[in-house]
């Protein structure tokens, strides 16, 4: 696939999607914000892609939204209606959320890699990855509040989710400090920290080749299921289960990692 504004590569069913505006800091502007959710319908409807990763080329991992995109936004939903160029503007807001959603509506496990910078709309973007890791210089700030407006396309609502701690999570809103990396691991906001870039894009490939190697049918309903259970019921998330196990259970990949657990050989399964 080529993109504007990322390089997109695929080895051994991992798709490494790499924001490409080093010139820029990866600064998020119209067309990558289009590019990753092309990227992601990409990644879920090609059957060789089983995970990707997610990665920054150049010094930062991304800033965030592209402020020239933002100073361009009066002029995308100018009308001569107050009312018209409002519901422009709420329409603007969402398409840019189901970008990130788009993340999470990709069957495949989507890793974060995340070194020096993440801020603004990059905590937006990472909060719908399945996991985070970061290298030691990573820092991660929810600058929204620094440029005087609420962050709108997902940071509030999911970032509570994964940290676990109101109080951490609304410390960093109202005040747009960073997190560095231990900080952001012992919160739980990256799985683990490792010391330089190439060490982080090394140990997130080896992790991402792991799971690339399981049964890519469990792999995607697992994803089903946890992003299913976070937002529902344990009573619902187990009728959830039920249901998926009663039509998906009864597969190849079930027989194909039985027969190697018994014969101690290492599965092969159909992508």
């Not at 973007?125 to 399945?130: E, F, R």
Request: some cysteine.
């Amino acid at each position: 696939m080529q993109f504007e504004t990322l390089a997109v590569s695929v080895d051994q069913h991992v798709a490494t999607v790499k924001l490409n505006r080093p010139e820029k800091a990866n600064a998020m502007n119209w067309q990558m914000w289009q590019d990753i959710r092309s990227a992601m319908q990409w990644a879920d409807r090609t059957p060789e892609v089983r995970v990707v990763i997610l990665e920054g080329e150049g010094k930062h991992f991304t800033s965030g939204i592209d402020l020239t995109m933002m100073m361009g936004l009066q002029a995308q939903i100018k009308d001569d209606c107050d009312g018209r160029s409002r519901e422009k503007l709420r329409a603007l807001v969402l398409e840019l959320q189901d970008t990130l959603t788009s993340i999470e509506r990709c069957r495949k496990p989507v890793l974060a890699a995340i070194h020096n910078g993440c801020v603004g709309g990059g905590v937006d973007l990472i909060s719908c990855t399945d996991m985070r890791y970061c290298s030691a210089d990573a820092y991660f700030t929810i600058k929204e509040i620094d440029i005087g407006m609420v962050a709108d396309v997902g940071t509030l609502q999911r970032l509570p989710k994964l940290i676990g701690n109101q109080g951490i999570v609304r410390e960093m809103a109202f005040t747009g400090r960073k997190v560095l990396a231990d900080e952001a691991q012992r919160i739980g906001l990256v799985n683990q920290v490792f010391e330089t870039r190439e060490a982080l894009q090394a140990g997130v490939r080896e992790i991402a080749v792991l799971i690339a190697s399981k049964s890519p049918l469990s792999i995607r309903g697992t994803k089903e299921m946890l992003n299913y259970s976070r937002d529902h019921s344990v009573a619902d998330g187990l009728n959830y289960i039920a249901t998926w196990n009663a039509a998906m259970l009864m597969s190849s990949d079930l027989t194909t990692a039985m027969m190697a657990s018994m014969s101690k050989q290492t599965p092969q399964f159909k992508d």
